[in-house]
């Protein structure tokens, strides 16, 4: 299971963090990332991480803004989003990829003055 935490409404220029609780697998094996959505668009990846946390990246839209991390001892996986923009108003959700794929349940981020 993935449980996520964070997000709501902010201003252009703000900050938010976002928080995935994993629970259920080994999470240390599996590769994480954050996918948002908007509606009627198909949902899209912005940030991964390795399963060791050596590797990350990022799309084009976000990097140098938002930062993916990982606790392994935690079993959490986080996004820093920093520099928001009204694009990137979205549902925000976790994904955990390895031998099975699990979801977080989304969360609302709004950029808006």
């Known amino acids: 299971h993935l449980v996520q935490s964070g997000g709501g409404l902010v201003q252009p220029g703000g900050s938010l963090r976002l928080s995935c609780a994993a629970s259920g697998f080994v999470f240390s094996s599996y590769t994480m990332s954050w996918y948002r959505q908007t509606p009627g668009k198909e949902r899209e990846a912005v940030a991964v991480?390795?399963?060791?946390?050596?590797?990350?990246n990022y799309s084009t839209s976000v990097k140098g803004r938002f930062t993916i991390a990982r606790d392994n001892v935690k079993n959490t996986v986080s996004l820093q989003m920093n520099s928001l923009r009204p694009e990137d108003t979205a549902v925000y959700y976790c994904?955990?990829?390895?031998?099975?794929?699990?979801w977080g349940q989304g969360t609302q981020v709004t950029v808006s003055s």
């Open positions: 991480i390795t399963p060791t946390g050596d590797i990350t």
């Open positions: 994904r955990a990829d390895g031998y099975l794929t699990f």
